[in-house]
Nanobody, 120 residues
Framework: QVQLVESGGGLVQAGGSLRLSCAAS????????MGWFRQAPGKERALVAS????????NTADSVKGRFTISRDNAKNTVYLQMNSLKPEDTAIYYC?????????????WGQGTQVTVSS
């Protein structure tokens, strides 16, 4: 099984940037498609961005398009989320997740999350 650990969260002013990292261990990250999710207080957890195992295709939520970029480095077993032009509404716990790279599979492996707080 793969274990995931997020890092890079923190407190930032609106308009600032953060880069989140998700380090995998236990299995090669190249076996998985990956996603970044977030959950704000009182809201459902939602997909922010996803990337296939080979980095060839990504999906990004409309609310973060043009500001957030997902990427991966399989050699380093790490997935990243570059977040620019941050807004207070981006405040949430951010989670990375992995799923087996087969059609119809769900995200079955999750990290513990990292808090991102954007002040106005």
């Amino acid at each position: 099984q793969v274990q995931l650990v997020e890092s890079g969260g923190g407190l930032v002013q609106a308009g600032g940037s953060l880069r989140l990292s998700c380090a995998a261990s236990g299995r090669s990250l190249s076996m998985y498609d990956m996603g970044w999710f977030r959950q704000a207080p009182g809201k459902e957890r939602a997909l922010v961005a996803s990337i296939l195992w080979n980095g060839g295709v990504t999906n990004t939520a409309d609310s973060v398009k043009g500001r957030f970029t997902i990427s991966r480095d399989n050699a380093k077993n790490t997935v990243y989320l570059q977040m620019n032009s941050l807004k207070p509404e981006d405040t949430a716990i951010y989670y990375c997740a992995a799923k087996v790279r087969l059609p119809g599979e769900a995200y079955n492996w999750w990290g513990q999350g990292t808090q991102v707080t954007v002040s106005s």
